[in-house]
Every structure is written in structure tokens, then in C-alpha cells.
């Protein structure tokens, strides 16, 4: 059963809990609950973080905490009662911990380890306060200290000053805004003196010294592994110092048992030290960490016998060694304990002991032996710093270790006053003792006991080491066999100072025998007093002590009986007559040495010190004492410091005249004393001293006549050094003058003030005496000057004391003004002059408005001379600074508090009163403009700092209060007849300003202290947005004031990211809207204005995607009940899209997008601005933005497409322009010119010369009209320039790619969208899938082409469908003419480009096993953009999709028909060129078509398509099934010329591949002659009869002009390009195109297309030539290449590379063929290959991810050739119809494949092509895939057949013109007429030559607009409409005769029109007329190229 709770109301988590049960609340440890209910072991309550969030959690894992309840029940509040500091620290560590993260994450590290360091400081002091232990005292210290650390951390925060008062946070309630603001400024002031660390030349008075950081080393024995000592050890730790030999700490002593632990249980783990009070001067030091192990047992370790076992004696046994300097930086970085491990050393040779660890750090390795594996001292170390206090707060559980404090000998860099030290160092260094007529060298040891005058031994007055208890006796350790023993053992003797004076140390001497008995014999001792008779301690030196000697039967009862003795060489002087007879004999041999240092706080060394404390003993030796208190030690004077300067002071007053001088030098020696930065930490002790015990009250005459003189002398003396010391001695001086005066001044009752005061005013006469001298010849005089300077500002407060500050400021006037005024003293002097003025602005007097009246001018003097003179600006800025800071500080400040205080107080009826009393209206009028102005001044920054968080609420809530007050008065008397826009506009601008100021944003802030504002003003934003409506409301018809110019500040308003703000004031916009419809009909001000404004708005980071829903919901609800809501709808619906790409803009721009992100958002926020709201400012902004973008991203087209929008919209007028942007003021035509200028420059850059030529034309014609000739010469030049480099320059034809972006994750710019994107140079799909993946790293890539449902659209997610497109150009005009060069139609294939397509195989119907291709049909998509490429972007939206379906036989029909004009292509080219030299190519050719027919490719198609059930099923396709008949005819036809050319220029090592080729033909004619009866007569160059074979090249003749031309006119393959390449690289279409094709032939039948095709791979883009990109798929292939376009890309590449006999043998330059001629092996049984038969190529659908799944092409080949042995082959000419391979080595002489083959003169003209008849057929022509390659060489090349490199181009492109030796040809072989030939005389209509294209691609489109790179018709040829398809030619043996005469007599007209070479001869035979013609014409050409 819940109940609710009585007490237990408040907890702390002390466990985390998951709130894993029903119900469970997560709560994190350390966050506080409230809580409301509880049952059996349970709470229900909520947690203080999350106060909405309910829940349960276990009652066990909370801590409770008494609180306070106010308001019990549902909505009850709940305050801890414990101390405010301590819950606000609690919540300020809460807030400083996400920001303490973040310091580490934005790399400041310096802050994040300060902070940290603050924070455990906090955390202890809570602690501390929590303990309750404290007293109260103890407890305003801790709270002392948390303040100035909460301030010191809320500062560099950047967070809100907090004000306090006794260190708690004040109420702002509770307390006048005049005492809130001076809290504030007492909290400023606190803050920066806590933060401060300006560390002047010297630190000043009042100011806190920068004390320098202490350092501790703090050290842990973990353990000494050693297994052979058996014994009990002790282990000394100590700092050695190598450069000066001596150690620089006290020892810390570790007590081992033989089995290497403590020898006290209790300090396991326990084994620590401290060594403390290091300097930074000490940490710079050669250091050393020394460890010396002394074992206690036998004399020998290893002898049993020598030494009974019952005695232990201290024997040496090992050392080791560890160099600070070495792990130093280690210890710094790491910031906590790291181990190390020393080598335990041991002494070869005891009698160099002392020394064994100088030797080990000198490695002098002969003297000490190497440890075994197992010896080793384990340590810890880690470095700590600060002071003690401060370590040991912060390492609490270190200190609970039982740490020893181990400390520096001598005292720290700093000795803090209350430091009360007395101990007495003394080392036992060495001793000289005689043998005594012992055989051997004795074992000695040393005992010591320190006694007291009455001869008792002082208890524990011995120290060994730190860590160990003290003890009463000392033992030394026994050195065996040694006389001369050297000890150098450290011991501290801790003895009180009350028995210092009168105690003596005893030093025995023992023989210790190692014989059975083992006696310890004592033979002698010595002695030595602790301090002098003259009352001095023993001096810090070495001592030799006598040797008494004595025997074991000796007795020490009496001391007396020796203490009379001399015990050193000093004391027997004092004593010469010792009587012989005395016990103790002296004995002279021996003796004894001791070092002692003395650390005492109490005790002095110093003769001449003591000689001073007691000069009334020596009265005649006062001036020598007071001259020798120069030399005395600096410690020495800061421990007796009162006790000197009350002895001074009495010397004074005792004889001023005889000791003034000499005293007043000794004060300044002390004075300056103090300044060192070691003592600085007694300067308090000084003041002390002044204030409460200094008692001098005649000093003063004396201080200033001294000081007077100083100064008076400085104009004469050389030496000026104790002048110096004075003036630097000036405060401490003047304290003591004016405290001297004022005790005088009591006791006289003031008498003798006018003599003070006048010789005060002398006294500053001297001192501008001094400072007016001329120093710039005297360097100690320039010194003398400075010292002064620099001291002056600091005796203000004490002239204050004294003096009015009016005559302190005149003092301080005349002393200013007496400086030189010229700057040129020196740079030094002049920097130490300002430093004196800058500290006398920053003083106490300079705060007096009294004071600065008179000191300003003089001030302001000296920094107008710097400032004119430009020295030293940064010095009088900072004064500048600090002048205007003081007075705006004393005035504004004061006078706003009182103002919002007085406002504060007021009620209804003050308010009422205050308005009733103005007289008139414009009384009022002007007070409410006063107070509106006032407001709003205080809302600015200016006069609150941006941290008092508190003021700055406190004054917003009293003016939103008063605003209340005040709107009601301007309702009523500044609305209706007296409406004022002045008064309304200034209280709307005062309202929007107060909404939208910073400290009222209470979104950035952290929730606990919004919750804190909330609940104390709530949000005061809603209340000023009412008020601000409610005024808006009663303004009436005066609104259309406002409008448009509050249209800005209102939106704004809305722009605020508080929900209530937003409702109340987006409203508004309609009744704007309203009232402006009203006055004109329209809103178009509204309009204008409020898109204005929210562009800029939005940029500037306001708004928000909830702002955009909530502004077209609030505003469509309200417009639609409007008469003219169809505008509003439009407009709202126009502003809410504009937010909509704004806030994408803002979003790209401000994230760290990739540039086509920005581009693509801005192009579309560009087009919006024009086409949706037609803003033109706007629009041309963007274009410039967008402009900017492609530049930096180095996309110049597109830089100068952007611009060229703007320079559209300009005329070429004289209209003036304003200046704009970064245009200046210019006319029209002037600023047009420019941007004709700077376009043609980018449109150069980004070699688009075809785009530049235009506008250099509009250049031109403009300049011819204004007579303008020298800009039209240079205008027409650079239009000249232009056409040579697009002769001359390469440039790189890019990839296009389709991208599909779905899902509503991405920008509302790309959402659900598709794009086609113009790649960059050398990008293929792959790389291009990789980049658009890194711009969208959350996107998914999909794996197929297909459309994506709705799902994917609607999801929230992001997927990519990227795959290449091929382009369809729009300029095929320029294709089709001849002599048009590559170069130039390469450039129009690409661009001006709007339309692209893809194709998909796919099988519709059932799929026959037997023959697939009877069901395989190609989906054609044909994509249309919005704009074309290359434009404004680099990527367009697709506006529209095409889809048509290509059927099997249609595809058939193609790949017969392409392959028929490769073949001719490559024919005529031997033909005509007779390259006999390198048959290569042809033998390829012919042998993979041959082959491949012959292997059931053809055969294949006859299966499918002349099979009785497949025409009697498709009686439709009769016609097209002719056709094919036709086309395998004619290929026979063309096989027979091509075996004939074959022939004639075969090597003779060939011929058996001739033959085979020979054989195979026949059976290729054998196969189809079932199906063509006459077949065999077509061709007798390949009959089966013997007919020779010069016969059969003579029955050929060449093909006319004509017939070439009737082919181009009427061929269906007329107006058909080819299909494009990428020449990206010389492999750059390799590959890809490489795994899209499949053969046609027997081998591969019994496997479906699809099948092959799911197991094809895609060849590694690694080493070969072809793999650059091996994508098998068409989505990463490009488009179908022509023979044309791969020849001129092998071309253009191969003047990348090097020449032949200069390229390595490798796969990317394979070696040449052999010089003979003869093909390597490999090569020659290229040709034995047999491949299969024709599959589909790749899917154009596949993504990269799919590369072992391509699919089908959309065109099928005929041939076969070699796959695996010619790899390489498929680099030039688009693709191998075969699974792609793995890369092989190339072969031989690839390249001069290309370029070689064609360079031989002509020989015999080889029989000519057959001709086609015309024919017409309905076949609609496929276009070519876009990315899958057609007709490969072995399949689908549409340049080879066979297996054949693409250099070899098509017939009409006339590349085999080109060579690589003369320069390229560009003039086209279309234009040359050729021979005609016909195969058989006898048939009636001759067969007429056909325009041979090269690939399929100049099939596929002849209906449909073109495909990109589509070769060009004849010259002759008039273009025909793209989209009408032309009439296609007869079929043969059927003749059409009205279609024949027409197109004869075409043929005919443009045959009248062309030039005849010759005329006709009448012997001549027609065909020998054409013959030479032809030839006349060839020749004609020849000669021209």
C-alpha cells in the first residue's frame, strides 16, 4: 500500500538503479529526489533532473536528507536544509562537470587540469563543511575558500557572476537593486584579484605575491627482492645533488627483516615518504635519488667464524642509484605513481664506501661490482606540487599511509612566518686513529649521545632517518680493517631550543674484534659543545675534534672532568695551560672530523648579528656593527626581524646625528631585503610590525632629511647604487614617515604640523628635481629615475593617511608634470614613465572625482605626446582603458540602480500620480520616449556585464512590470486623434528588444537554473509578447503605419525558440496581411518585406523546422476564412516552402557537408527565388553564393554558367547601377562587360571554349559598335586562342551517372528525388558510388535498378540507386557532317546534353532452355532533365521518364547488322591504306566472326527466328525476319572480300591460319545454305572451287562514290552515332566494358544467358591494362565505345606515354612484337580460340556491391574471339563478349596494334566491299545500353569482330588517316569517294555501297533522339528530324523501283553539286569511270593531308 511520506522527503542516490521493474525510475548516482510515496522498502517519487519523469526505486539506494516542505500535496516544493554553500556547490559541480568534458574535448588542456584541481579543492571543502567539526573560525575559512574557487570557476567558465554577501548568495528579493549592484560589484572585484596573476616588475603593496610552487616528491618502497644478505637490513633514501657532491635532504629510513619486509608489521604497505619544499631552481638540478643498504649482523657475511652470532654490527652492503633528470617528463605527464626498479650495487672496496655512489653515477664500474639478477630496490615515485596544505588535501589517503615527511636540509625557497624549525645536522665524515701494536687495521665504531650541562643524556634526541622513531644513541657502521674510516653519514639531531644553550655531543671510539668473544673495547673519545661561549651556535663547517684517549674502565660520570678540556684546535687557543696530570690524554695522532648544519628559526650562527641585538655591550663598535649587518645572511635577518629594526630604531633615537645616516642605510638594506621573492612572504611581518610594535615617533625627521639628501645628490654623484636601493625602498620609507608622524602626532597632540607638512613639500621638491634632470647622457642616473618611478605610485595610500586628496593629487600633478615631455628619452625610460602613470589611474586616489579632476590633464598630456608620436600604444590604450572604465563605473552604474530601485518600489497609485502630473501631452510624449530609451540602453550589454545574470533579470522583470504601467498611458492618450508614430514605434522597438535579449534565452541555459528563473519571474518573454499583442490589437487603422517596417522586429520575435511567443505574435502577420489588402488590394509589402527578412534571419541560425509547420498552420487557418484567401494561401504556402530550403541552406552551410550538398541546396533555393517568388535581389545573391561554391570547388563551366544568369539579366545600356554586392557604382554596360569578361575566363579554365566562343562574339560585336578596336583585337584574339585549343588540347569526355535518392532522411531538395550527375575526369561509377556514400554516410546503396515502392519512400532512412547513363546528344547535326573533326564532335557528344538512357534485359515468357534468346528483351529508359549538362550544377532532376521494350528479334536484327558495318569499316581501311605489314587485326576480325558462325552463333538466331512455329506464331515479324535473312548475306558477302584482302596481306608464317580461316568459311556457307539457295555464287573468292585466288581479287571492283552515298542516305544506321567511351584512361573503359558481353558460338549453348551471366566475375582492377575498373555490371560500365571514339582515346593517351623503345616491359607497356614480324606463341594461338555462344551482357541495374552478378546486354554478337589469351584487347574497343578474366600480361606491340598498323604505302587496290541494296523495314532501332559495351570484340565490339585492339576506327571517321609519327588528320573519310565493286556482274540490281557505322548505337536511335557520340552522316546527306524515322532501304533481289529512282535521283542531284576531280572518259567502262574517280579523288586527298 503506497502511503505518502511525512519525513522522508529528500534523498541522495548512493547507488545507480536501471529501474529495471515496472514503473523503475533511472537514476544515476549523486542526482537528489524528491520523494512522494513509499511502500514496504520502496519510494515513488521523481528525480530533481527530470521532475516530470514519476517512478519507483529501492528506499536503500537513497540517502536522506532533512528538508523543508512548503505548499504539501499534489504541488508541494521541497528545499534541503543544510548549508546554501553547501547545496550550491553541489549543484555548481553539477553544471561544471558536462563543461569540464568538453575543455578536454576542444583541446584545453591547460584549463581542464586547472578545473579538475579546483574541483577536488571543492569536494574536500564540502566535505570539510559537511564533517561538522570545525569551529567558527574553521568554518568562515572553508567558506572563504569555496567562494573564491566557485568565482574563480563560474569566470573562466564564461558562466554568471554570483553576488554574495558573507559568502553566501544574496536574494534579490530581499535586498535594494542599489545594494544588488553593489554586491556585484564587490564579487567582480574579488573574482579578479582571486584570478589575477599580473606579475609587475615587483609584486606591489596590497597585491598577492605569485609564490613560487613548491615541489614534493613523494616516494614508496615497494620491496628489495634479494635472496643471499639473510640478514636485517636498513635502507637510507636520500636527494643527492652531482654537481655540487653533497646530498640536499634528509634520509628516509626503511627497516627491513631478513626476509625483505618491514620490521615492524604495522608498515606493510606503510613504506612512504615525502621529500617536500623542492624549487623549480632545485628540480633543474642534477638530482639524484641515493639509496644505501647497510645490513646488521656479522662482521663478514659470508664468514661464519669471524664475529660471535649474539653481536650485529652496521655493516655497508650495497647501493643503487636513480636519476631524477631521466624520469622527470615521465613523472610530469603521467601525474601519478609510476614504478621503478634499482640495481642494488656493492662496494669492491669498503674503504671508498663514503664514494660508491658517486661511483656508480660515474660508472667508474671497477669499484663496485654488478648486482645478480635478483637484487633490486622496487620504488614508486610520483611528482606532486604545491603547498602542503593544498597536497594534503588533496592526497588524503596518501597522508593516511603513515607518510614521512622528509625534508630539505637548510631552509625552503620560501619560509612562511609561523615556519618553527630548530634542528642540527651533523655528519660523521671521517677519522684517523693509530693501529695500537694490532697486527691488523682495526673494526671501528662510533657511538654518540647528545648531554645536557648536567650530564644527562637528552632522550630522542637522535634521528637516523625520517620514518623511524628517534632515539637516545648513534651507532655508526663498522668499516672492517680500516684506521681511516670515512663515514659521510647524515644524522639530525631535533634537540629543543630551551637545552640548546649548554649541551654537548660525546663521540666514543670502539675496537670491534671479530674473535670469539667479540668485545667492543672502547680507546678513545671526543667531544664537542653546541654552542659557543659568545652565545653563537656551531658554525656550518667541518670540525676536527681531539681524541682523547681512554679505556673500558674510563667513567663519563663526571663530564666535568673533560668538559674542560679544549675539544678542537679553536677551543685549546682559548686554554693553553692544561695541567698534564688529567685523566684523559689528548692523544696527537688520532682525530676526529664532524660537519654540522644548522636549520633553526631560533638560533643564529652569525657573530655580527648578535653583536647587534646587544650593541649597548660594544657602544664604541656601533658604526662597525651597523656596516658589517650588510653581510649578514638574508634568513638570519627575516627570523629576528622585529628584534632588528626595534634595535635600529633605538640606535636612532639614541644619537640621530652620529647614527642617522648609517641606520637609514641599514633600514633600506632591510626594506630591500624583502623584496626578494624568498623573503617577500615577511613583508606582512613588516606590516605588523609598523601598525602594532614600531615605536619611532621622532624617525620621521631623520627618515625624510636622509631621503631628501639621497636625492638631493643625485645630480652630482657617479655611483648611484645605494640611491637606488632607497628609492626602491620609497613605500616601506613612507610608511615609516607616516606612521613616525602620526605617533608623534598623538603624543605632542600635533604639534610641529606645519613643519611636517613643509617638509613633505620640500621632500617633493627634491623628488621632481630629480626626475627633471637630464638623463640621455647617464645610463645610473636613467636607472635612478626608473627605481623612482616605479615606487611613487605606491605612497599614495600613505600620504592619504595625512593628506586631503586634493593635496596628494597636487603633490602627484607636480610630480608628473616634472617628467620630460619628450618622447625620445628612450624606449625603456618611456615604457617605465607610462607603467607610473598606469599604476597611478589604477590607484586609490585616481577614484576620487576630486582627484582626477586635477591629475587628468597631465595625464591625458603625456599620452597624447606617445600617441601622436605612435609609441608605445598598447601602455595608453590600457590607461585609456582604465580611465574611461573608472568613470563610466562610478557614475552610469550607480545612477541605474538607483533609477530600477526607485521604479522597484513603485505601485498602481505611484504610477497613476507620476502620470496624472504632466502637464500636457508632450510632457508625457517626452517621458515616455526618456524611459523607452533608458530601457532599452539597459538591455544593452554595455551597462550590466554579460555574467551578472542576477542584475540583468532583476532589471528585466522591473521593466516588464513598468512597461505594463506605462502601455496603458500611451493606449489612452496616443491612439486616436493623437496618434504619435514616434512614441508607438519606440515602444514596439523596446518590446522586441526585450523579448529577444540574450539573458532571457532560456533555452541555452541548463535546467536547474531555468528551473530557478522560472520559478522566481517565470518567463518574462510570454509576458512582454502579450502586452506586445494587446497594444498591436488597439492601435486600430493606425496599423498600416507599421507596415512593412515592424515586419522585421516582429519576425524576429517569432523567430524565438519559446512555443507560447510563437502563437501569441505569428498572427500578427495576418492582420498585416488583412490591413494591407484593405489600403492596396494587395500584400505585396508584407510580401517582400517578410521574405526579405527571413532569409537573412534563418542564415543568422533563428528558426527551426517546428517554426515552419507551426507559421503555415497558425496563418493558413487564419487566411483561409479571408475573401482573398486564394493570394494568402499561395503566399503563406510560397513563404512556408522558402523555409523549408532555408533552413536545408542554413544546415548545409553550417555542418561540415561536402561541396555538391551546398551546391545542389543552393541551386535549388536559387530557383526558387526566381521561379516561385520571383525575388531578383535575392536570386542574384545566390548566384553569386553559388558562384563562390563552384570556384572553391574548382567547377569553372559551372562558376560561369552561374554567372552568366546575372549577365543574362543586365542590358547593354547606360542605365546607372547602384553599387551592390561587391560590384561598385557603374552603368549597365560597364558592369555586363565585366561579367562577359570574367564568364569567358571560367568558361577557359574549365576548357569549355565552344561556351566562351559566343560571348566573346557578343563582346566583339558590342566593341565594333563603340569603335572600341584595341578590346576588339583583343576580344577577337582571345575568340582565335579559343578555336586553337579545341584543335590542340586534350579534354577528358566525363561519365554520367543516375542518382535516386529515397527516404525522408535526406533534404527536402534531394528527398524522393533522381538526378543525373556529370562525373569528374577520370571518375568511374565505382568511385563515384564510393563518393556520394562518404556525402551520405547514413545511406544505404541499392542493389537493383527497379523503382522503389512506397515504402522505401516513406521511410526514415536514406538509399542511394546510383548507376551510369549513356547521354543522347542534342547536336546531331555537327555529328553527321564530314570533315567535322574528332575533337570537335567529341565535345558535342557530351555536352548540351539533356537526355540519357539505360537498358535492362529481362525475359518475358517462358524461357526456352534450347535457345534463350527466342524470350530475352531489352527495357530501354530514357531519362529527361530539367535543365541540360553541363549548367549551373554539376547534377539536374529528372523531369520525365521514358520506358519502351525491345523485342528478341528487333535485338537480333542489330548485333547482325552492326557487326556487317564493323566489318566493312575495318575492310575498307586495309583497303585503302593496304597496311600489309600488320594483318593482325583483320586476322582477328575475321577469324571471331567466322568462328563464331560457324560454332552456332548465326545458327542460333536461325533457330530462334526462322523456325516454322516462330513465324506462323508471329505472322507480324515476317518482314523483319527478311530483313535478318538479308543482313546474314550480306555478311557472307563481306567475310568473302574481308579473306580476300586477308590474302593478299597475310604473313607467310599465317597462312595455315588463312587456310583455316578458308575452311571454316566454307562450312560457315554450307550451314546457311540450306536457308539461302545461291548463296555459294555470291562470293567466289571463298567458293569451294579451285578458282585462283588472283581471280578472285580481280572479280572484285572498288565501290563507287555513289553507292557509298545511296548507303548514307537511306541506310537505317545513317543518322546513328555510336555508342561513347569514358577517355578517362588509357584502360579507362577497359574492364568495365570487359565483363558485359557474351559469346555466341557451341562451346557455351547448353548454358542460358542468365545463367551465365549470374556466374560472371569482374577482373581485378590490379595490374592489366583493361582492369582499371572492372565492373561487371552496366550500372559501373560505361557506355557501348565506337572503334572511332576508342581510336582517337588510344591516340590522345598515347601522348601520355612514353615511346616504344623507351617503355618498360610491363603490363601497362607491354613489349613490342617481334622485328620479324612473327607473332609469339601465346599470340598465334590466339586465333585457335573458340568461344561460346552470344549470352546477354550485364545488367545495367546491378550496383557496385554486385559485381559477381552482371547481367544480360541489350545487344547480342555474332562472333567469337580469343577471351582469355588477349585480355588487353578489350582496352580500346568496348567490350568482350565473355565473362571477364583475371588479368594476364599483355601481349606484345599492343599499341603499335594502333598506330603502326596503317603507316605503309598503298599497294594494289584489294577487292572492294559488297554493297547492300536498299531496303525499307519497320524495325524501330535499339539504341545501344548506356553502360553495357556494345558488340565486343568477341561478341558485341562495335569495332572488331574478333579479338582486335580499337585503334582501328570506322571507314566514315577515316582514322586510319591518323599516325603517330605526322601530326593527326580531322578531316573525314566520308568525304572521299571510294571504289565501287560488285560481287557478281550477272545480277540485275547491283549491290550499292552502305555507310558503314561502327556500332550499334548508330542502329538503336534512328527514330528516338540520338545517342551521344552518334557518327555522322555524309556531307551530302540533309539531316532529318531525330524523332522521324528515315526510310530504310529495299531488300535485296526484290526491287522497289519508285523507291530506288527516288533515291537515285537525290542521289544524283548531290552528286551535280560536288566537285569532279576528272572528267568522265568516254572509253572508259562505267565502273572503271567510278574506278578512277575514286582513285583521282583518294589522291586529291592524300596530297592535301
Known sequence: MWTPTEEEKYGVVICSFRGSVPQGLVLEIGETVQILEKCEGWYRGVSTKKPNIKGIFPANYIHLKKAIVSNRGQYETVVPLEDSIVTEVTATLQEWASLWKQLYVKHKVDLFYKLRHVMNELIDLRRQL???????????????????????????????????????????????????????????????????????????????????????????????????????????????????????????????????????????????????????????????????????????????????????????????????????????????????????????????????????????????????????????????????????????????????????????????????????????????????????????????????????????????????PNRSSYHSFVLYHSNSPRWGEIIKLPIPIDRFRGSHLRFEFRHCSTKDKGEKKLFGFAFSPLMRDDGTTLSDDIHELYVYKCDENSTFNNHALYLG?????????????????????????????????????????????LALLKWKAFPDRIMDILGRLRHVNGEEIVKFLQDILDTLFVILDDNTEKYGLLVFQSLVFII?????????????????????????????????????????????????????????????????????????????????????????????????????????NSETLLF????????????????????????????????????????????????????????????????????????????????????????????????????????????????????????????DTHYQHLLDNFQSKDELKEFLLKIFCVFRNLMKMSVFPRDWMVMRLLTSNIIVTTVQYLSSALHKNFTETDFDFKVWNSYFSLAVLFINQPSLQLEIITSSKRK???????????????????????????????????????????????????????????????????????????????????????????????????????????????????????????????????????????????????????????????????????????????????????????????????????????????????????????RKEGLCRKIIHYFNKGKSWEFGIPLCRELACQYESLYDYQSLSWIRKMEASYYDNIMEQQRLEPEFFRVGFYGRKFPFFLRNKEYVCRGHDYERLEAFQQRMLSEFPQAVAMQHPNHPDDAILQCDAQYLQIYAVTPIPDYVDVLQMDRVPDRVKSFYRVNNVRKFRYDRPFHKGPKDKENEFKSLWIERTTLTLTHSLPGISRWFEVERRELVEVSPLENAIQVVENKNQELRALISQYQHKQVHSNINLLSMCLNGVIDAAVNGGIARYQEAFFDKDYITKHPGDAEKITQLKELMQEQVHILGVGLAVHEKFVHPEMRPLHKKLIDQFQMMRASLYHEFPGLDKLSPACSGTSTPRGNVLASHSPMSPESMKMTHRHSPMNLMGTGRHSSSSLSSHASSEAGNVVMLGDSNMGEAPEDLYHHMQASPSSSSLSSTHSAPSQMITSAPSSARDKYRHAREMMLLLPTHRDRPSSAMYPAAILENGQLPNFQRALFQQVVGACKPCSDPNLSVAEKAVPAAPSSWSLDSGAREAQPFLSAHTGCILAPPVPPRSLLHGHYSLHFDAFHHPLGDTPPALPARTLRKSPLHPIPASPTSPQSGLDGSNSTLSGSASSGVSSLSESNFGHSSEAPPRTDTMDSMPSQAWNADEDLEPPYLPVHYSLSESAVLDSIKAQPCRSHSAPGCVIPQDPMDPPALPPKPYHPRLPALEHDEGVLLREEAERPRGLHRKASLPPGSVKEEQARMAWEHGRGEQ
Open 130 to 468: 559537511l564533517s561538522g567539526h570545525l569551529t567558527q573560525d574553521q568554518v568562515r575559512e572553508v567558506k572563504r575558500h569555496i567562494t573564491v574557487r566557485l568565482d574563480w570557476g563560474n569566470e573562466h567558465l564564461g558562466l554568471d557572476l554570483v553576488p554574495r554577501k558573507d559568502f553566501e548568495v544574496v536574494d534579490s528579493d530581499q535586498i535594494s537593486v542599489s545594494d544588488l549592484y553593489k554586491m556585484h560589484l564587490s564579487s567582480r572585484q574579488s573574482v579578479q584579484q582571486s584570478t589575477s596573476q599580473v606579475d609587475t616588475m615587483r609584486p606591489r603593496h596590497g597585491e598577492t605575491c605569485r609564490m613560487p610552487v613548491p615541489h614534493h616528491f613523494f616516494l614508496s618502497l615497494k620491496s628489495f627482492t634479494y635472496n643471499t644478505i639473510g640478514e636485517d637490513t636498513d635502507v637510507f633514501f636520500s636527494l643527492y645533488d652531482m654537481r655540487e657532491g653533497k646530498q640536499i635532504s634528509e634520509r628516509f629510513l626503511v627497516r627491513l627483516n631478513k626476509n625483505g619486509g618491514p620490521r615492524n608489521p604495522e608498515k606493510i604497505e606503510r613504506m612512504c615518504a615525502l621529500f617536500t619544499d623542492l624549487s623549480s631552481k632545485d628540480m633543474k638540478r642534477d638530482l639524484y635519488i641515493i639509496a644505501h643498504v647497510i645490513r646488521i649482523g656479522r662482521m663478514l657475511l659470508n664468514d661464519s667464524k669471524k664475529g660471535p652470532a649474539h653481536l650485529h654490527y652496521r655493516r655497508p652492503y650495497g647501493c643503487a642509484v636513480l636519476s631524477i633528470l631521466d624520469v622527470l617528463q615521465s613523472l610530469t605527464e603521467l601525474k601519478e605513481e609510476k614504478d621503478f626498479v634499482l640495481k642494488v650495487y656493492t662496494c669492491n672496496n669498503e674503504s671508498e664506501w663514503s664514494q660508491i655512489h658517486e661511483n656508480i653515477i660515474r660508472k667508474s664500474s671497477a669499484k663496485y661490482s654488478a648486482p645478480s639478477a635478483s637484487h633490486g630496490l622496487i620504488i614508486s615515485l610520483q611528482l606532486l606540487r604545491g603547498d602542503m596544505e593544498q597536497i594534503r588535501r588533496e592526497n588524503p589517503m596518501t597522508f593516511n599511509r603513515g607518510l614521512a615527511i622528509t625534508r630539505k636540509l637548510g631552509f625552503p625557497d620560501v619560509i612562511m612566518p609561523g615556519d618553527i624549525r630548530n634542528d642540527l645536522y651533523l655528519t660523521l665524515e671521517k677519522g684517523d686513529f693509530e693501529r695500537g701494536g694490532k697486527s691488523v687495521q682495526k673494526n671501528i665504531e662510533v657511538t654518540m649521545y647528545v648531554l645536557y650541562a648536567d650530564g644527562e643524556i637528552l632522550k630522542d634526541c637522535i634521528s637516523l632517518g625520517s620514518g623511524e
Open 565 to 609: 678540556l679544549p675539544c678542537c684546535k679553536e677551543d685549546y687557543s682559548g686554554c693553553p695551560n692544561i695541567p698534564s696530570s688529567l685523566i684523559f690524554q689528548r692523544s696527537t695522532k688520532e682525530s676526529f672530523f664532524i660537519s654540522t648544519q644548522l636549520s633553526s628559526t631560533k638560533l643564529t650562527q652569525n657573530v655580527d648579528l
Open 672 to 776: 630591500n631585503l624583502l623584496r626578494d621573492i624568498k623573503y617577500f612572504h615577511f613583508r606582512p611581518v613588516m606590516d605588523t610590525y609598523i601598525q602594532k610594535h614600531f615605536a619611532g615617533a621622532l624617525a620621521y625627521k631623520e627618515l625624510i632629511r636622509c631621503l631628501k639628501w639621497y636625492m638631493d645628490c643625485s645630480a652630482e654623484l657617479i655611483r648611484q647604487d645605494h640611491i637606488q636601493e632607497a628609492m626602491r625602498a620609497l613605500e616601506y620609507l613612507f610608511k615609516f614617515i607616516v606612521q613616525s608622524r602620526i605617533l608623534y602626532s598623538r603624543a605632542t597632540c600635533g604639534m610641529e604640523e606645519e613643519q611636517f607638512r613643509s617638509s613633505i613639500q620640500e621632500l617633493f621638491q627634491s623628488i621632481r628635481f630629480v626626475l627633471s634632470l637630464d638623463s640621455r
Open 784 to 907: 635612478t629615475q626608473a627605481a623612482l618611478l616605479n615606487s611613487f605610485p605606491t605612497i599614495f595610500d600613505e600620504l592619504l593617511q595625512m593628506f586631503t586628496v586634493q593635496e596628494v593629487a597636487e603633490f602627484v600633478r607636480g610630480t608628473l608634470g616634472s617628467m620630460p615631455s619628450t618622447v625620445h628619452i628612450g624606449q625603456s625610460m618611456d615604457v617605465v614613465k607610462l607603467q607610473s602613470i598606469a599604476r597611478t589611474v589604477d590607484s586609490r586616489l585616481f577614484s576620487f572625482s576630486e582627484s582626477r579632476r586635477i591629475l587628468l590633464p597631465v595625464v591625458l598630456h603625456h599620452i597624447h605626446l606617445h600617441l601622436r608620436q605612435q609609441k608605445e600604444l598598447l601602455i595608453c590604450s590600457g590607461i585609456l582603458g582604465s580611465i574611461f572604465s573608472i568613470i563610466k563605473t562610478s557614475s552610469l552604474g550607480e545612477y541605474v540602480s538607483c533609477l530600477l530601485s526607485l521604479l522597484r518600489q513603485m505601485c
Open 1012 to 1230: 530557478k528563473i522560472l520559478d522566481k519571474y517565470g518567463d518574462m518573454r510570454v509576458m512582454m509578447a502579450y502586452e506586445l499583442f494587446s497594444m498591436w490589437q488597439n492601435l486600430g487603422e493606425h496599423k498600416i503605419h507599421f507596415i512593412p517596417g515592424m515586419i522585421g522586429p516582429f519576425l524576429g520575435v517569432t523567430l524565438v525558440p519559446q512555443p507560447e511567443v510563437r502563437n501569441i505574435m505569428i498572427p500578427i502577420f495576418h492582420d498585416m496581411m488583412d490591413w494591407e489588402q484593405r489600403k492596396n488590394g494587395n500584400f505585396k509589402q508584407v510580401e517582400a518585406e517578410l521574405i526579405d527578412k527571413l532569409d537573412s534571419m534563418v542564415s543568422e541560425g533563428k528558426g527551426d523546422e517546428s517554426y515552419r509547420e507551426l507559421f503555415g498552420l497558425l496563418l493558413l487557418e487564419k487566411v483561409e476564412q479571408e475573401t482573398w484567401r486564394e493570394t494568402g494561401i499561395s503566399f503563406v504556402t510560397s513563404v512556408t516552402r522558402l523555409m523549408e530550403r532555408l533552413l536545408d541552406y542554413r544546415d548545409c552551410m553550417k555542418g561540415e557537408e561536402t561541396e555538391n550538398k551546398k551546391i545542389g541546396c543552393t541551386v535549388n533555393l536559387m530557383n526558387f527565388y526566381k521561379s516561385e517568388i520571383n525575388k531578383e535581389e535575392m536570386y542574384i545573391r545566390y548566384i553569386h553564393k553559388l558562384c563562390d561554391m563552384h570556384l572553391q570547388a574548382e567547377n569553372y563551366t559551372e562558376a560561369a554558367f552561374t554567372l552568366l544568369l546575372y549577365c543574362e539579366l543586365l542590358q547593354w545600356e547606360e542605365r546607372p547601377l547602384r553599387e551592390f554586392l561587391h560590384y561598385p557604382s557603374q552603368t549597365e554596360w560597364q
